[in-house]
């Protein structure tokens, strides 16, 4: 057994690897206890003359070897703790590897086993090589044809990635399939899958008028429990044509739901593998949160096909090259699907929740770390979310021409590659005259740029000066931070509450700006503003930091009555929410400031109801108070039953200011028929706010 830690991985230390597999060809013989694994190689020598050929392998009994057919010797080869090695392969050559393995015996969910009498696989990130010998690495990419046989009793479908190019008996009760994937692709991306499902088919004709057929393998019985699974499919396909011109590439789409898998989901080339729990729903059994997880899950790996699958990454480094990137398609796709303004809050909210933290504690890491010790490591909520923040402030600070450019340079020059950050952002700088080197610190600087905002308006001039100042904290291993290209989108209102239409600089007036601060602090002066502004900043969480201004908090509430954008408003009145009941708990007062409250009830009062009428999901969260869980965070040493005190209070205030709204909520009757809608679920979820705070109210609202 070996004891000791292995050495870090380092960014700096990536080597390109000195063979190219041309072609993979596998077969598997399925047993649960010995699985036979041949594969057969194809591979010419790109590197060094003098190279050997280093392949991982973990858990693998070797039956076999040979190069151009021939069995090598003992001293032609040895097995290393991690893998195996060829001393002298040549250049040009064809090895074959014959193992076996135990799926049975498989408890770590990687490489391949079972899962409820079901063969299937996880790959990513270092699985394969749990299957065979193989240079194991998202930058080695190869066709694949791959040849299934198993028991027909119980295993009548056997899948993986690519087009089904052959099926027959093989008599004695087996039988096998045949797939062949065109697509070069990293081992990880690898999908095998044997077993008895149910399944669910559907068919999608792609903007090129290219048929694909749709599967989604199930437990028996289940088939109906994924139509929802399959609808977000299909949406998702047509979105990402629409939106980013992307289309399907294979002649099937398959997604197999198992009940034991490590990740929610997998994106697999052509051949998805699900967590049974992101695929399965019905209205009698799934909630609403559910619904919305299905599709945008299901969307995510979809999306991967073109972000990850047919563009990788080129070591695991890049991880957020995919996972980012897929992160904010997904995202930008449930706004499509639902309301845009709460997706975007319950993004910020899962940022802040999820991801703040690894920043501000002992893990935090940059969104393309330099070195990492090991490879689960890495799939954080930095990576993922904040990489998903990136890529939506480079769309700000470019703009969307350049940014779907950008993209279409991208896809264009990197198809069928391992690709970097750096190849990444290049395919953008050659679209904008922004310069994206400041912005590409974002990725290697870890940590919350915290961002100070003042205000200062000249009334002779009739100009409004905002100074903003960043600073970020240190990091484990990064002392010294530096400035960062931030851009802030603000907006300015009179205090009647319009927007006022001011100039920066010699721009043209707008109702709106964003402005970009690059260094520690920054001065932005907005001209022509009539009246002394109520600003608006970081609208819509323009970008990912923790912001602090200089508003009192009437202002803040006046502003909040009619703030015209969702996260800004929503923002606003969770700012004075907590603001006023932290204060009240750490005066020991059971109540709040009635004065204070009032004005926050009535700033409720008016975006809620404009909201109820336009978007009910919103006025949902709008309703929404900072729960004691959240509130404690920001106290030392509070007492929880204090601030849930406090709390109950504004709930009351709250029911009995906006009584004759809640009410009405409760006066539309529900449709007896489910609908999974997001319009519905929007219906529902104020129907639960308005009920949930009327029942503060006690028995006055009795039998509700
Ligand atoms: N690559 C998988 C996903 O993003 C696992 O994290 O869905
Ligand atoms: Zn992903």
Redesign the pocket.
């Known amino acids: 057994m070996r004891t000791e830690t292995p050495p870090p991985v380092r960014l700096a230390e990536y080597r390109p690897f000195p063979f190219r597999i041309e072609q993979v060809r596998m077969l598997f013989q399925l047993e649960p206890a010995d699985t036979h694994v041949v594969s057969e190689l194809t591979i010419r020598r790109t590197g060094d003359a003098d190279a050997p050929l280093r392949l991982d392998g973990e858990k693998l009994t070797l039956k076999a070897i040979r190069i151009n057919g021939q069995p090598l010797t003992d001293q032609e080869y040895a097995i290393e703790p991690e893998g195996l090695v060829i001393f002298k392969p040549g250049d040009v050559f064809t090895l074959e590897i014959e193992t076996d393995i135990s799926p049975e015996a498989n408890t770590e969910l990687s490489g391949l086993y079972i899962s409820s009498n079901r063969f299937c696989t996880q790959c990513?990130a270092e699985g394969f090589r749990r299957i065979t010998y193989y240079p194991d690495r998202p930058d080695v990419l190869a066709p694949f044809f791959v040849r299934i046989e198993a028991d027909k009793a119980k295993c009548p479908y056997l899948l993986s990635n690519g087009n089904p190019t052959g099926s027959g008996d093989l008599g004695n009760g087996r039988h096998f399939a045949e797939w062949t994937d065109p697509h070069p692709k990293p081992s990880y991306l690898f999908a095998l899958v044997g077993g008895e499902f149910d399944v669910l088919q559907d068919n999608f004709t792609t903007f090129s008028g290219k048929p694909v057929k749709l599967s989604i393998f199930v437990e028996q019985g289940d088939a109906p429990r994924a139509e929802y699974a399959m609808r977000s499919l299909k949406a998702a396909m047509s979105w990402d044509e629409d939106v980013f011109g992307r289309e399907y590439d294979l002649d099937v789409f398959q997604i197999v739901a198992v009940r034991d898998f490590n990740?929610?989901?997998?994106?697999n080339k052509g051949l998805n593998i699900f967590n049974s729990a992101y695929v399965l729903a019905d209205g009698k059994t799934a909630t609403d949160t559910d619904f919305e997880a299905i599709e945008s899950?299901v969307a995510?790996?979809y999306f991967?096909n073109w972000t990850?699958n047919r563009i990788t990454c080129r070591d695991w480094f890049q991880l957020c090259l995919?996972?980012g990137l897929?992160v904010y398609r997904d995202q930008e796709f449930t706004k499509a699907m639902r309301s845009p303004a709460v997706a975007r809050i319950k993004e910020v909210i899962r940022l802040r929740t999820r991801q703040f933290p690894e920043d501000a504690g002992p893990l935090a890491h940059a969104v393309r770390p330099n070195t990492y010790a090991r490879i689960d490591n890495l799939?954080t909520a930095t990576v993922?979310e904040k990489g998903a923040e990136l890529i939506r402030m480079l769309r700000l600070i470019v703009g969307d021409e350049a940014f779907f450019a950008g993209m279409n340079r991208y896809f264009d020059t990197f198809d069928g590659t391992a690709a970097t950050i750096e190849d990444f952002i290049a395919a953008f700088q050659a679209s904008t005259d922004q310069d994206l080197s400041a912005f590409a610190l974002w990725y290697a600087q870890a940590g919350t740029p915290a961002v100070r905002a003042k205000g200062d308006y000249n009334p002779s001039e009739r100009t409004w000066r905002l100074t903003l100042t960043q600073t970020v904290q240190p990091t484990p291993g990064q002392p010294d931070k530096s400035p960062v290209r931030i851009p802030i989108r603000v907006a300015l209102f009179d205090v009647n509450g319009a927007k006022m239409e001011t100039r920066i600089g010699d721009a043209p007036p707008s109702h709106e700006h964003v402005v970009l601060l690059e260094k520690s602090s920054m001065q932005f002066t907005f001209g022509d503003a009539a009246s002394e502004p109520r600003p608006s900043l970081n609208r819509g969480f323009s970008a990912p930091i923790r912001l602090a201004d200089d508003l009192t908090e009437s202002d803040r509430a006046s502003l909040a009555g009619f703030d015209d954008d969702p996260f800004a408003q929503w923002e606003a009145l969770q700012t004075i929410a907590r603001a006023l009941i932290l204060d009240a708990v750490r005066g020991g007062a059971r109540e709040p400031d009635q004065a204070r409250l009032n004005s926050f009830v009535q700033a409720l009062r008016h975006s809620v109801t404009r909201a109820a009428q336009s978007d009910a999901a919103y006025a949902a969260l709008l309703l929404y108070l900072p729960t004691v869980g959240e509130l404690i965070l920001d106290v030392r040493d509070a007492d929880p039953s204090a601030i849930h005190v406090v709390r109950q209070h504004v709930r009351r205030a709250i029911a009995r200011a906006l009584e004759d709204l809640l009410l009405s909520v409760l006066d539309k009757t529900e449709p007896v028929a489910f609908d999974s809608s997001a319009r519905a679920a929007g219906r529902r979820s104020l129907r639960a706010s308005a009920l949930s705070l009327l029942s503060s109210l006690g028995d006055r609202h009795e039998g509700l």
Do not use: P, S
């Open positions: 990513e990740f929610g989901a997998m994106e899950i995510h790996e991967h990850g995919k996972e897929t799939y993922y």
